[in-house]
């Protein structure tokens, strides 16, 4: 599955990014070249899907593609995927179009969440049988939180919430398609009172895959649950009380302040100034918030301008900055080709 | 003064109906509030010497651990104990977990800590705020220079000691040659201290060390040993490759056998849930590191096995401890190819930095005005390849020659001549490798010897040693087809539909 994802990116970023902008991407890097990327080439969903990936492994896969002759390196590490490449994202297709990633909303919360309901199945397993002592396989404290307010919410009979679980877990298995083996790695992991769960390691040499493959599989289905809570949570019994947590705007530290004075109206000059920033970078992060907040392109171009960009945006199906700015009068700046870009990405 | 026997406390708080050799001695010794050294061997119960305290004493207990992994595992298990006043305040914690337990402190009776905290000075102030009636050192003997550990950062402790207006200190390790034991007395300046001093041999353990003409030979006979005794086993290696092969190797040609390996370079939770699965008795063997081992409490492992021998006796003696902690019969079994020494030899260089390594480092110091000790680290990580243990070794000779204090962390070069401290330190560096060389030259003596490999084991630790119950040593008596041990039932494969194994773990009945 990994390698089907790096292969897809690839093609979205069609050879005008390196091969590093998929591995920030799948680390969530808040920088907006980043977040902006993301946006640009439609790989949202898969922001941040990854964020404890090792460089060396995805080296790794980025050295097996080329090996293949799946996809080509120029000088400065930009790959195409090749004509191989392609028949063979293609026939993965069958198999993994059907993944539930929604990376930019869950890239933070699908962590906690998996940590979360595997500590809990843990916890209830071993209340269910009166056993009090054991050590928890999740070791972190904030989770270890959630599971006991969780539990204090919800005083209910163990067995009667093992089986709620496991009608949850029937319904969201019955309700999606998964790629074969994604329920099972799924299962494995999972620790209880009578069992332990097979570490990442084990299961990649049990279903024969990569470590990094056994990651996707679970997080695919981690964000399936964590949407189908968001969409249906009256059909599920235990499940949406785990995950009722805010989602958050994914911007960087630095563009959420800017965020904060933008919308008490200040403007770019004021709040660079304010903040003893390079009013370049203030519009950088202006940019950023246009993909999630609220941006008016009236406030930052005329209506002329407004359309001559969106109008070699469309004539050129190009997302590159440095040939639409050389298309435009030079009037026009980096600022709002990419602060049109983002908002017509938006309304798509 | 005490309504209850600390016999009471034992049973009240851990379960345990009686002490275990040696416990109840410290603990009264420590209750009485006198310094105290225990040398008690691995698996033999030292943390109730402190746990238990903690429950009585007035005031908090401090403990000095060097190992991150291990002081979580411990916090795990008091927990799940239920005492629930325990904290951890080390580099992993997060900030303001850190900030918010360092502001109460008061409240907690066991504080754990890593060395290197205790250069923080806003914890230090903040530990002085509080009623300390115990200073504990575990892994003492990480405090000598010729502990098989050294760790520079525990020479701190001395000062932080005295600085906490020197409570009474209990000082714990399970392997110390009457040399160490000295040494850990000495630096932290212990003028009375009370030494309980247990014997480390068991009696219940036979040695086996088998030579292999080809290296090849390890493996095979592995196989043939683990399909004939299907019991709890430790494999130990002394690279993580190796481990992971070997295990690749042993699940191939054993897949009867459950096996795993375990390292280091695994991620936290893959890590618990392998421990786990072993304690569990999900697995049957285990092929790891010496990261393996600290903190596991699996009482029933009948077989360690050395693929390679450690680089001194100590390593050895800790390691074949974590066999037969249930007092029942187990075997040591250690493998040993000529070429071995090799292994150990580049092992042992590589701990140490050459000289022409020691030069660039204080070149970079002396060119860049480097004064801040975190700058240097990163650079002499990035030439030595990420060595930490050379680093540390670096930092620990800087700190000696007073170029780097400790405290705030700063290097002053000022007046000092680089070429001399070069020289001087490499001098250091040659007499450690002198040092490490004799120690790796002891354990290939041993196995070497022609003798009774118990008594030559046990000779440079202590005087004589306890009758053993079973089989000695394969020089005395030791024969494969007189070991009987309970072999584990075999386990059949699970095929079963995912929602067959989700009911199960979930334990309900299917509908
Ligand atoms: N008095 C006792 N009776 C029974 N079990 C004990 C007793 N003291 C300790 N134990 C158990 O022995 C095991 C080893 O203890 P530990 O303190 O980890 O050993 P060490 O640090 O010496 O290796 C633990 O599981 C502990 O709970
Ligand atoms: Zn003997």
Redesign the interface.
Known sequence: MFQYIILYCLNNLNGERSVANIYYLLKGKKSTQTIQDSYLYNLTEFFGVYR?IARSNFNRVIDELAELNYISISGKAFATVNHEGQQNLAQLDSEFQNTYFKGMTYEKHAPQFLATFILL?QTV?NL??KK????????N?SIQTNVKNFLQNKPLDM?VL??D??DD??QI?STASFPDFS??IF??Y?????????????IA?KYNISKEDVHFHLFNIIHYILEQMKLAPAKYKVLPYMSNQRQDLSLTDSAMVTYNYYGKGYSIKEIAGTRDLKESTVQDHIVEIAYVGEVKWSDHMSDEEYSMIKKALVQTNTKQLKTLKELLPDFITYFQIKLVIALWHKND | MYDFSIEDYLYKFFGYRSFRTGQKEIIESVLAGNNTLAVLPTGSGKSICYQLPAMIMEGSILVISPLLSLMTDQIKEIKSFGLKDVIAINSMTPKHEKSFSMRNLQKYKLIFTSPEMLQNTFFINKLKNIHLSLFVVDEAHCISQWGYEFRPDYLRLTNVHKELESPPVLALTATATPEVQHDIIQSLQLKVCNKYIYPMDKPNLSFVVKKVPEIADKKSDIVDTLREFRVPTMIYFSSRKEAENISAYLQQELPQLRTAFYHGGLDSTDRLLIQQQFMANQLDVICCTSAFGMGINKIDVRLVIHYHAPAQLESFIQEVGRAGRDGKESVSLLYFHDTDQHISRRLIDSELPDILLIKRALNYVLENNVTKLSELEEYFLMISDNNEIQWRFLQYQLEVRDVLKVNDETINVGTVDTDNLTSSINESALQRLVYKQKKMYQMIDWINEDECRRAALYKHFQAGFQQPENMCCDYCDFMWQNWQPKMIDSNKIQTDAWHVKLASKLMIKEA
């Open positions: 404890s199945i397993t269910h049988i009090s002592r054991f050590i928890p396989v999740i070791d404290g067995s093992l089986r679980i496991y877990l029937r298995f329920i099972d299962v494995d999972l620790t209880s009172a009578n069992e332990i769960g097979l570490s990442q390691q084990q040499l």
